[in-house]
């Protein structure tokens, strides 16, 4: 009797493996089945922190090494981004380089491309920041190539290691009281990592007979203000707060030089991009998986804070304190 021969296995290329997504993207597909091909400038780091991946070396704005790890891949995760590397025109490198990975998909005969962006603002055109510009413009451009694209866009992804999530965190947390800019009115829905790393899995096997883009919002609209306050509360803290309208967001985001430990660049950018609503047009993405988002920001939230590898034994006000004098005597805790 004639036995079907096992359904060949999928080798899907991971680029930015090692950040805050690809480290926790790379165990669920692994958990699925899919021949994992991690991607990294620097491997040999990398392969200390998951000996069991395949890392190959790629610098994505190199289009012979794209060339080189794109081999007998079947599907791609493009997970990199140029901010916050000290690039001062990271729009233009960005863009450069997704012309080269659309190009380098379709000559490797890529069947798919998975790209996690940002939402495109509620307010339109007026109002989008550089950095979201930039995402939606390489979300574009790999979208125009021969190979289906799958655009997902989120606004911020809730975890520990989060740049956008810490810039929150740090706030909520190391701020005595808070003076309220403008932008913490605008609203957004934030998506936990578990339920954005469901819908980047997923969406190597929806059905993609060419690009399309979707939303993958998170099950609640919070606004800045209330971002803030719940953080703050969980860790036993309220925090008075002062409303000044007339803060612009720019210089607003000066003050995150003092206060959050992300890269300062970084976190200017992504402040920048809050300066009106990021909600979601629709929530269709997640009716097309089969599955619903199912972690509320305070529960994402919550979790991300157990996961910190410092928890301090004080609540509210003292515990930020405990931790700036930790970090004083250990600079690398985080
Ligand atoms: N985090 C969020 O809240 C959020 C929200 C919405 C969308 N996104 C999107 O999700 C994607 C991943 O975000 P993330 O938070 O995981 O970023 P991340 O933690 O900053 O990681 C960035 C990754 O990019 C890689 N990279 C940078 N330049 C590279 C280059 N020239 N060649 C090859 N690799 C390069 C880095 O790898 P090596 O240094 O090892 O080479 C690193 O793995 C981005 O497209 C981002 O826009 C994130």
């Excluded at 669920?28 to 069991?52: M, S």
Aim: charged letters at 25%; a positive charge.
């Amino acid at each position: 009797m004639p036995v079907n021969p096992p359904p060949a296995r999928k080798r899907v290329l991971v680029t930015g493996a090692t950040g805050f997504i690809g480290r926790a993207l790379v165990p669920a597909l692994i958990e699925q089945g899919y021949d994992v091909r991690a991607a990294t400038r620097t491997p040999t780091v990398a392969q200390r922190a998951a000996t069991h991946v395949e890392w190959v070396q790629c610098d994505v704005e190199r289009a012979g090494d794209l060339d080189r790890v794109l081999r007998d891949v079947d599907a791609v995760f493009f997970l990199v981004h140029a901010m916050g590397q000290g690039a001062r025109d990271y729009a233009a490198t960005e863009l450069r380089v997704a012309e080269q990975v659309r190009d380098a998909a379709a000559r490797a005969g890529v069947e798919r491309m998975v790209y996690l962006g940002g939402v495109a603002p509620s307010d339109g055109p007026r109002k989008v920041s550089a950095h979201l510009r930039s995402r939606l413009r390489v979300g574009e451009t790999l979208r125009s190539g021969k190979v289906p694209v799958l655009e997902l866009r989120a606004s911020m992804i809730v975890g520990a290691e989060s740049a956008s999530w810490q810039i929150v965190r740090d706030l909520a947390l190391r701020l005595p009281a808070m003076l309220l800019p403008s932008w913490t009115a605008s609203r957004t829905r934030p998506l936990a990592l578990q339920d954005a790393v469901v819908a980047l899995v997923r969406g190597l096997t929806l059905p993609l007979p060419h690009s399309a883009w979707y939303d993958i919002p998170g099950p609640d609209v919070v606004s800045g203000r209330e971002i803030l306050s719940t953080i703050a509360a969980l860790r036993g803290r309220r925090v008075p707060s002062v409303r000044v309208p007339l803060l612009s967001v720019s210089l607003s985001s000066w003050w995150l030089k003092l206060v959050t430990r992300a890269d300062f660049s970084l976190a200017r950018e992504l402040v920048l991009g809050f300066e009106g609503d990021l909600l979601p047009e629709d929530a269709r993405y997640w009716e097309e998986i089969d599955y619903q988002p199912q972690w509320s920001f305070e529960a994402a939230a919550r979790q991300a804070l157990e996961s910190e590898a410092f928890r301090p034994t004080l609540r509210g006000f003292a515990g930020s304190l405990e931790e700036a004098m930790v970090q004083l005597v250990s600079p690398k805790l985080k």
